[in-house]
């Protein structure tokens, strides 16, 4: 898909790496990184997290041969509330790169937008030169305090907002200038321009053209293959819906968040209190998954189990 549509930038998750393990075409990425993981040695539980980790890497790798850009590789969800150990992982995703020969600017490390994520990505950016992506971003109040962090990206969802009011509401469609989740990413644009924050805007997790192109003139959207297939079938001219020059004329007030802040105006956000434990939950169980396909490939096949 990568080198059908050209993009500049792509992205990995959990989800997508364990899906992509278990095709036939990248089952060598898998036999490298199980043998790192033993080549390393240590417990079983460090063997598969190394291994885990060399994955990820060794996909970022292979993408990366074919994109001109950035690509971004997650830190495990399952350290969602742990800044240390987020700051931790995220320098040995960096350290296993460089191994492989990519040096940190082609990467952006992907954080939950918990509070404790996005200082995990506050540290990471500043004292480590390590470029952020802030994923499992659903409120206004987690795209503020990014902003105040100084992360190099945020990924607001899209899609996940528009399931959610679907699912918790009486209205079933919505045309896509009042998709919730297009309002969503169009205040947070709106509010960065305004206030001249450098952090890129990246709308994520799309379930339909119609949002892709209420978002035109966004800074990043990244893209499904399946609705970039149907985006190429368009022929249309898109005007841009999001501009510097709009933004600047809007009227949003400038906010400033401490944690208990953050905190509170987080969750007076129901639906981004529940989207944003459901995404971590998710996340953290393709972790696990992945992790159990690893461990049966090193270690019940050994003597000829």
Not at 5 to 18: E, R, V
Not at 100 to 111: S, T
Not at 193 to 202: A, N, P, R
């Amino acid at each position: 898909a990568i080198d059908e549509y050209k993009p500049l930038d792509a992205t990995t998750n959990p989800s997508l790496i364990l899906a992509a393990a278990q095709m036939p075409a990248y089952q060598k990425l898998v036999d490298d990184a199980v043998a790192y993981g033993k080549k390393l040695g240590g417990s079983e539980e460090e063997q598969i997290k190394n291994a885990s980790d060399k994955l990820f890497v060794l996909f970022g790798a292979e993408i990366l041969k074919r994109i001109p850009g950035r690509v971004s590789t997650e830190v495990d969800a399952r350290l969602s509330f742990d800044k240390e150990g987020m700051i931790q992982r995220a320098r040995r995703l960096i350290d296993l790169y460089k191994e492989v020969g990519v040096g940190k600017d082609r990467i952006l490390i992907k954080l939950s937008s918990t509070w404790e994520g996005i200082q995990a990505g506050r540290v990471l950016e500043a004292e480590y030169g390590i470029h952020c992506n802030m994923t499992l971003l659903f409120s206004f109040a987690q795209a503020v305090a990014c902003a105040e962090a100084g992360v190099t990206l945020i990924s607001p969802f899209v899609g996940r907002i528009l399931d959610w009011y679907v699912a918790n509401g009486d209205k079933k469609t919505y045309e896509p200038s009042e998709d919730p989740g297009v309002k969503s990413v169009t205040k947070i644009y709106n509010y960065y321009k305004k206030f001249g924050y450098k952090t890129i805007v990246m709308g994520a997790s799309f379930r339909n053209t119609g949002q892709i192109k209420a978002l035109t003139g966004c800074d990043y959207l990244t893209i499904s293959p399946k609705l970039l297939a149907e985006l190429s079938k368009e022929h249309v001219k898109l005007t841009p819906t999001l501009s510097v020059k709009e933004a600047q004329a809007c009227n949003l007030e400038k906010i400033h968040l401490d944690e208990k802040a953050f905190r509170w105006h987080h969750n007076e956000d129901q639906m981004a209190v529940e989207k944003l434990s459901d995404g971590i939950r998710r996340f953290a169980a393709d972790a696990v998954k992945l992790e159990r396909m690893l461990k049966e490939r090193m270690f019940s096949t050994e003597n000829g189990k």
